[in-house]
């Protein structure tokens, strides 16, 4: 099998949401209609053309990249790669505290339908959680990532980690969940990621919540690296979070050799289209806003690794 890693820069937009999307964004539940589904994917083609925008406005396109799904993005997959730009796809049920595959036993059909540079999936993981639910996971991804290393693939595998607090651990804080994602969570990541390498499953990137200090970067990467894998990359992700803080995980983690990048979706976009669904702003002001914005993350990030020491 193919040993595991990517380690070029890599800026992903991210827009793969769906459940929370049509609910958050849209206000509906339950089966869309046709005319639903289209509008949709006519708002997530508004983020698209943002990201369009912000490479012609300098962007490198050799490190930009795009996360969307296949149910509303399916037209701007094949865009993007007839363009020569790195795509992503969720081979994940939306909305589920389980990970398992949107498609079932056809999931390697609908990856080779697009054959995305990666195959990404989102998986809610404690390491101090529940052990059977979390052996359950481990085996389904190892299928995934099997796959994913063997001949007959064309798509590196990007895996999303989460690690949201069980009860007994805010517990022990207080209920603190500010305490828990600067005293617990980095400790947990680089469990969980041990147990997941130990269970077979080998990303080529890990997309991880982002850190507030350098010395849980650099645990991290260490722990995605071990034992031979020293080309894996992570890179950040928003969590939806305000510029400010999304700044400052950018900036902890690019001067720590290993994070190539970063994936911060919500923060870049959420906020334009919803001014311009309530029609506050014309389809071009958001366009040109997600493009700024994504831009600037790219320049903060860029910034500070070329400032690191370690990288000078």
Not at 29 to 46: N, S
Not at 89 to 104: I, L, N, T
Not at 143 to 162: I, W
Not at 273 to 294: H, Q
């Amino acid at each position: 099998m193919r040993k595991p890693g990517f380690d070029k820069p890599l800026y992903i937009l991210p827009f793969d949401h769906r459940g929370s999307f049509q609910k958050k964004m849209f206000g509906w539940d339950g089966a869309l209609t046709e005319e639903q589904t289209a509008e949709i994917a006519a708002a997530k083609r508004v983020i698209y053309d943002g990201f369009l925008a912000a490479v012609h406005d300098g962007v490198s396109k050799k490190k930009a990249g795009i996360l969307v799904d296949e149910q509303f993005g399916a037209a701007i997959l094949r865009d993007a790669a007839a363009e020569g730009y790195s795509t992503a796809c969720p081979a994940e049920k939306s909305g589920q505290d389980e990970f398992d595959f949107e498609y079932g036993a056809n999931f390697v059909e609908h990856i080779e339908r697009f054959h995305p540079t990666f195959c990404k999936v989102l998986v809610r993981y404690n390491p101090e959680g529940d052990s059977l639910l979390n052996r359950s996971q481990a085996s389904r991804l190892k299928r995934l990532s099997d796959f994913l290393r063997g001949e007959r693939s064309r798509s590196l595998f990007m895996f999303e980690l989460l690690v949201p607090a069980e009860k007994n651990q805010l517990n022990r804080l207080n209920g603190d969940k500010k305490a828990y994602d600067l005293k617990m969570r980095p400790y947990l990541m680089a469990d969980a990621i041990e147990e997941l390498q130990e269970a077979g499953v080998e990303p080529d990137v890990w997309k991880i919540e982002g850190l507030d200090r350098r010395e849980d970067c650099e645990n991290i990467v260490a722990t995605a690296r071990q034992n031979g894998r020293d080309k894996v990359g992570c890179i950040i992700l928003g969590r939806g979070e305000d510029d400010s803080k999304v700044r400052d995980w950018l900036a902890t983690a690019s001067g720590v050799p290993g994070f190539i990048g970063f994936a911060v979706g919500r923060t870049t976009f959420w906020g334009p289209l919803v001014d311009w669904r309530a029609g506050k702003i014309t389809r071009n002001d958001a366009v040109l806003e997600i493009a700024r914005r994504y831009r600037e993350f790219v320049e903060v990030f860029e910034k500070h690794r070329e400032a690191a020491p370690a990288l000078a």
